[in-house]
């Protein structure tokens, strides 16, 4: 009996001695495991990455880089001695989009103007331009601030010219 007494307080002491070293004496780091190889030869941080096209997969198609150009075009109100001042300060123009779950209650909200508005947006891309709209209601509320509840967009219309002419598009 005293045996098995003796066995289990050094196993306990043992333990004890195990789990101070184990979390007192020695540092624990967090290891980020790099899956990608991101960091080695391959990825944007690569000093020596002149080409953009790695590793082509057998069948792929035959790859064109093309560049993207992004336009957002839409009207906003302002103050007209800042405009012809030219005064303008980007939170002037800045539009904060209003969501479903908005933190005022419009009937209690006092603000200088309401408009309508619509804003377009423009990709250009190799030979060809798509084009989606969306109309939205503007209020300038008496903060500054400039507040917008936009419908949801239309569809892309990635029609050339003479396709567009007559037709109806949403």
């Known amino acids: 009996m005293k045996v098995i007494i003796k066995v289990k307080i050094v196993l306990a002491l043992s333990v004890f001695f195990a789990c101070i070293h184990g979390f007192v004496l020695t540092d624990i780091h967090a290891q980020h495991t790099d899956v990608f190889n991101l960091y080695q030869d391959k990825g944007p ?3 020596n990455n002149d080409d953009t ?3 082509v997969k057998p069948g792929a198609p035959e ?3 093309i560049e993207v150009e992004n336009h957002i075009k839409y009207k ?3 103050d007209k001695s800042k405009y012809e001042a030219k005064d303008l300060t980007m939170a002037d123009i800045e539009l904060w989009e209003i969501v479903d779950k908005t933190p005022f209650e419009w009937h209690q909200v006092d603000f200088y103007l309401e408009g309508d508005i619509e804003e377009v947006h423009t990709r ?6 798509c084009i989606r709209k969306r109309k939205g209601s503007l209020f300038w509320l008496k903060d500054g601030k400039k ?5 949801p967009w239309s569809t892309w219309d990635c029609r050339s010219g003479e396709e567009k ?3 109806v598009y949403p």
């Not at 250009?124 to 331009?129: A, I, P, S, V």
């Not at 507040?147 to 419908?151: E, F, H, N, S």
């Open 45 to 47: 941080n690569n000093q």
């Open 53 to 55: 096209t790695k590793d």
């Open 63 to 65: 790859a064109e880089w």
């Open 76 to 78: 906003v109100s302002v």
């Open 124 to 129: 250009t891309f190799g030979k060809q331009e």
């Open 147 to 151: 507040c917008v509840y936009w419908t």
């Open 165 to 167: 002419e007559g037709a």
